[in-house]
C-alpha cells in the first residue's frame, strides 16, 4: 500500500507559475518497488489526462498541452514535483499524484491516486 499526499494547489494568474508536490508513504517494499510517480489532473467535465510521468531512472513523459511549459523531477523515491510555467486558463484542474507500483511476485502494476488538489488559473 501506498498512500500518497499533494499539495500546492491554489489560484494563479494566468502567466504565472505553480509548484505541485506529492509525498509518498507504506512500506518500504513498496517504496522501493514504485517504479514510477506522475501527475495527471481532471478538469470539469473532462476525462483524467497525462500531465506528466517519471521513472525510477528520471526519465520523464509529458501530456501535448504542457510540453515546455510543465517540468516534473524527483528528488527521492518517495517525492514528485510538478513546476508548472506560463500557466493558461485550461490548465485549471484537479490535480492528482499517481504511483505504479509493481506487485511481486505476480509482476503486477498497481496503481495509487492521492487525493487531487485544487488549480485554479485566473484569467
Known amino acids: 500500500q501506498v498512500q500518497l499526499v499533494e499539495s500546492g494547489g491554489g489560484l494563479v494568474q494566468a502567466g504565472g507559475s505553480l509548484r505541485l508536490s506529492c509525498a509518498a508513504s507504506g512500506s518500504i517494499d513498496s517504496i522501493n518497488n514504485m517504479v514510477s510517480m506522475g501527475w495527471y489532473r481532471q478538469a470539469p467535465g473532462k476525462q483524467r489526462e497525462l500531465v506528466a510521468t517519471?521513472?525510477?531512472?528520471?526519465?520523464a513523459t509529458y501530456g501535448d498541452s504542457v510540453k515546455g511549459r510543465f517540468t516534473i523531477s524527483r528528488d527521492n523515491a518517495r517525492n514528485t514535483y510538478l513546476q508548472g510555467n506560463s500557466l493558461k486558463p485550461e490548465d485549471a484542474a484537479v490535480y492528482y499524484c499517481k504511483a505504479e507500483v509493481v506487485a511481486f511476485p505476480s509482476f503486477t502494476r498497481v496503481s495509487y491516486w492521492g487525493q487531487g488538489t485544487q488549480v485554479t488559473v485566473s484569467s
Open positions: 517519471i521513472t525510477r531512472e528520471g526519465a
